[in-house]
């Protein structure tokens, strides 16, 4: 898959958000080594706490099939800025793959920045630390 079609996929997964409180769309494109695509949209809760973020829901779809090969991920979004990981999402990318893995954000008008998971997350705590 290209890039620009796995962008096209995060964004149309936008679509699918479950969003009654923020009104803030994410959608997720998670792509494996084999070019499978794992897709996630935020899901919100009135309660906050069970909400889980749109890259969350494609990780855990992945990993839920036994994957946990990844290749890079897209994450969009329709505000002005670009759409990044919150922490709790940075911590659960970090759980499965390299420094290096590759992260899309979307903006609004579909502009992407690249960033890698050490950009994002650069003393990261992971089971060596155990």
């Known amino acids: 898959m290209t890039e620009k079609e796995l962008c096209r996929t995060a964004i149309d997964m936008m679509d699918r958000a479950y969003i009654p409180y923020s009104h803030f769309a994410v959608g997720a494109a998670l792509e494996c080594s084999d070019g ?25 779809k992945a990993i839920s099939e036994g994957r946990r090969d990844f290749r890079r991920l897209v994450i969009a979004g329709r505000g002005k800025d670009y759409c990044v990981p919150c922490g709790v999402c940075r911590q659960v990318i970090r759980e499965f793959v390299a420094d290096d893995f590759e992260i899309i954000c979307l903006n609004g008008a579909g502009e992407a920045k690249h960033f890698t998971l050490h950009d994002l997350l650069p003393y990261s705590f992971d089971s060596s630390m155990l």
């Open 36 to 60: 499978t695509v794992f897709t996630g949209c935020n899901i919100e809760n009135a309660s906050y706490s069970p909400t889980i973020c749109a890259e969350r829901v494609a990780i855990f």
